[in-house]
């Protein structure tokens, strides 16, 4: 009995799972979540403005900045102060978004690892993920519980998003101290495109669907709705009519 109990609970290879919804759509979440990560993570940037001093040439200064997105600790390169007048100080980036970035960013590397922990449960021990236990109860509410997070973190991302577009825009770029100062002009130079970033987020709601939608597919396998079979009759009774 011991030998039939180790057979049934080792690995069985069957990629069978990988043809159904159920290990396909786990598939798509996988590669989705990888995109989410790199493309907001894996982001550099910079943003610029044209300084004109007394007396002195124009240049351009940028403040490069990047994940997390703590603009806050961001500094612009400083101009020649022979050409400035002394007229610079130092100048930071407005905002910290850190929070929402690294929050996004983190929840998709544990998604990422949660669906290549799933992969191996379907593939490889598809008989125990179906038999008689709490497997597909478990899956199903991670499911519905990563798709809300995923409404949540992408929302939260997309909204720091917007922030940090404004905060390294012409409005906030020449509200600065310097460029109110006498004798010196200032204008925008430009920013860096954020295309990546824009992804990150679109990326974020397609998981959010994929994920809600395969909360359907891992539903199937529980036992609500598919209940167990009915108990055999118990030893002695006898069915009507014998």
Known sequence: MERVSQKMSGLQLNLGP??????????????FSIFAFATC??????????????GGNNETLEAEFGYPFRLN?????????????????DTHLVGD????????????VFVFLYCMA?????????HLYRGAGKLPMV???ITVVVAFLWLISTSAWA???????????????????????????????????????????????????LWAGNAWF?????????????????AGHTPAGM
């Open 118 to 126: 799933a992969l191996v449960l379907y593939v490889g021990y598809l």
């Open 18 to 31: 990988l043809k159904e919804p159920l290990g396909f759509i786990k598939v798509l979440e996988w590669i």
């Open 73 to 89: 600790t961001v500094m612009f390169k400083k101009p020649d102060p022979s050409k400035c007048n002394r007229t610079w100080s």
């Open 159 to 209: 909204k720091a998003l917007t922030d940090i577009k404004v905060s390294t825009g012409p409005e906030v770029m020449l509200a600065t101290k310097f460029c109110h100062t006498s004798g010196n002009t200032c204008r925008f130079g430009g920013v860096s495109s954020m295309g990546s970033l824009n992804v990150s987020v679109v990326v974020g709601f397609l998981n959010f669907i």
């Open 41 to 54: 993570g894996g982001y550099s940037g910079y943003t610029s403005i044209k300084v004109s001093c007394t």
């Open 139 to 141: 899956d199903f509410v």
């Open 97 to 108: 978004f850190s929070s929402s970035s690294q929050f996004f960013v983190t929840f998709a």
């Open 218 to 234: 891992v539903y199937k396998e529980t036992n609500l709705h598919n209940p167990p079979d009915a108990q055999a009759p118990t």
